[in-house]
Each structure stands twice: as structure tokens, then as C-alpha cells.
């Protein structure tokens, strides 16, 4: 067998493969629309491309090509009217689901707001991401099943608010992380604390003996930003012997990095403030007047 005829037989057999895989995804496509097209519209964009990809790469004739491409087309113009109609079903689904646990859901796609977090939705790529505060902190992903959402929705919120937190425990540990990030800066106390720093020394602090001891990641109790956003947001007694908390507010110099801020709620409704900085002042002596 000569050069020409083996490279005959490839092209013959990879324009066979590309007639086959465009056979498949037609019918594929076809199916879906019939059956189901709001909960498939992904997997018909995706086969639409498929499609559109093969057909760019085939030897076909033009004439059967334009076939093709118009029976796609004739499917691609009713994708924004299921569109539609995907986000109108799903959004009414996770808004039940919600509120049987509870949560009542806000927002219009692709951003909705459920209490703290906020999810983004891709309708093409099927997929949903969790995150905390206004896209701040990524907590979780999910197939855009309304159910498999409110569940794993339920069980981060529970991870981060069903926590054992104490006041008074928690501002003797806060207290504690303050003075060495100020003092590392050969600061006095009163002087403002990076809210990064602050949390780095406080994350140490909070171990268990057993972790200081066999700082191994089996003893590690973790505590990140968001455990210590939310303990900060739920935080009621601010005040530690004749000293009081105060948060500052991050001016636009602090929010063009992220290592440089914290967000912290200020409602169960989604509010809340980037803060940059905190400090431990003198209590205001309060005057009694007779």
C-alpha cells in the first residue's frame, strides 16, 4: 500500500467517524427537545456545538452541510424560549425547596441571594456555585438541581452557624490575636491591627493542646475567614476588661486585595461591610448625673 492510498483510507475514515459522531448528536438533540428540553438544555447546547464543531472539521458536501446547519439553526432559535422557561421553573422549584428549610430566597438570575450567600447560576454549564457574602468566599458547587442546592445550602449554613462559640472565650482569644499582630508591628495597644493579621494569630490560638503539642493536621481545628466573619458578625459582648472592640471599615485602598479585608455580615439578609482593621480602645468613662 502506497503513501497516497494510506492517506486515502485515513481521511476516508476520520470523515466516516465525523459522519457518525454528527448522526449521533442530531439524534441526541432531538431526543432531549422531545423529552424534557428545560431540564436538558444543557446537554443541547453542548451537542449544538458538537454539531457546529465536526461540521467545521468534515469534507461533506456543501449542499449537505447547509442541511445540517439549517436543522441546527432551526433548534437554536428555540433555545431562548426554553431558556426562559428553564430559569422561571428552576427559580420557582429552589424558591420552595428554600423556604421548607427555612431560607427565603431573593435576586433575579444569574444572582440570587439566600441570607448570607450567594449563588451564581450557569445555565450552560449546569452548575451552580455557593459563596459567602457577596461572592467573597467560595463554599460550594452544585449540579442545577433545586434540591441538591437547598441540601448542601443547609449543611454549610449549619457548619458555620451551629458552631459552640462563647463571648467571653472568644474575646480573650480575639484580645490575645490584637496584641501580637500590634506589638510584631511595635504598635501600642489602641493602634489598629491588620483584620488578616489579627485572624492568622487567632486561628493558632484556638487549638487544642493536643495540637500544640503534635501540630499535625489530624489535632488542625480549622478556622478560616468565614468562621471568623460570621463569629465576629454574632459576636454580642464587645467588650474585654476596660477595653472595646471596634471594626474599621476598609477605605477603597483596603478592597483591591483580598488578603487585605474582611467581610462581615450585619443581617441575616445578605448585608454586611468590608473591614480592613481592628482595635481594642479605652472605654468612653461614662458620667452619672444627679
Keep these: 500500500m502506497d ?52 461540521l467545521k472539521q468534515s469534507k461533506l458536501d456543501e449542499f449537505v452541510k447547509e442541511d445540517i446547519e439549517q436543522h441546527i439553526q432551526q433548534v437554536k432559535l428555540k433555545i431562548p424560549e426554553w431558556e426562559e422557561k428553564a430559569k422561571k421553573s428552576f427559580g420557582q422549584r429552589l424558591e420552595q425547596t428554600l423556604q421548607q428549610l427555612g431560607f427565603e430566597l431573593k435576586g433575579h438570575y444569574p444572582t440570587l441571594k439566600v441570607s448570607f450567600y450567594t449563588l451564581k447560576l450557569d445555565l450552560d454549564n449546569n452548575n451552580v456555585e455557593i459563596w459567602y457574602g457577596p461572592e467573597q468566599e467560595k463554599l460550594d458547587s452544585s449540579k442545577l438541581i433545586p434540591e441538591t442546592i437547598a441540601q448542601k445550602l443547609q449543611y454549610t449554613h449549619a457548619q458555620i452557624t451551629q458552631r459552640q462559640f462563647d463571648d467571653n472565650t472568644f474575646m480573650s482569644s480575639l484580645y490575645d490575636a490584637y496584641r501580637v499582630a500590634v506589638y510584631r508591628n511595635d504598635g501600642k495597644i489602641g493602634d489598629a491591627a491588620p483584620i488578616t493579621a489579627v485572624l492568622s494569630n487567632l486561628a493558632f490560638l484556638i487549638q487544642s493542646r493536643n495540637f500544640k503539642m503534635n501540630p499535625t493536621k489530624s489535632n488542625y481545628r480549622d478556622y478560616g475567614r468565614v468562621f471568623f466573619s460570621y463569629d465576629l458578625y454574632r459576636l454580642t459582648e464587645r467588650r474585654i476588661e476596660n477595653l472595646e472592640l471596634s471594626l474599621v471599615s476598609a477605605t477603597r485602598a483596603y478592597t483591591r486585595r483580598r488578603s487585605d479585608f474582611l467581610w462581615i455580615p450585619s443581617n441575616e439578609k445578605g448585608g454586611g461591610n468590608y473591614i480592613s482593621h481592628i482595635k481594642f480602645r479605652e472605654r468612653e468613662q461614662e458620667t452619672n448625673y444627679k
Design 3 to 54: 503513501v497516497e492510498e494510506k492517506d486515502l483510507l485515513k481521511t476516508l475514515s476520520k470523515e466516516g467517524a465525523n459522519i457518525r459522531d454528527i448522526q449521533k448528536s442530531i439524534r441526541t438533540v432531538k431526543r432531549l427537545a422531545e423529552n424534557e428540553p428545560l431540564t436538558n438544555l444543557y446537554k443541547i447546547k453542548q451537542e449544538v456545538v458538537r454539531i457546529e464543531k465536526t
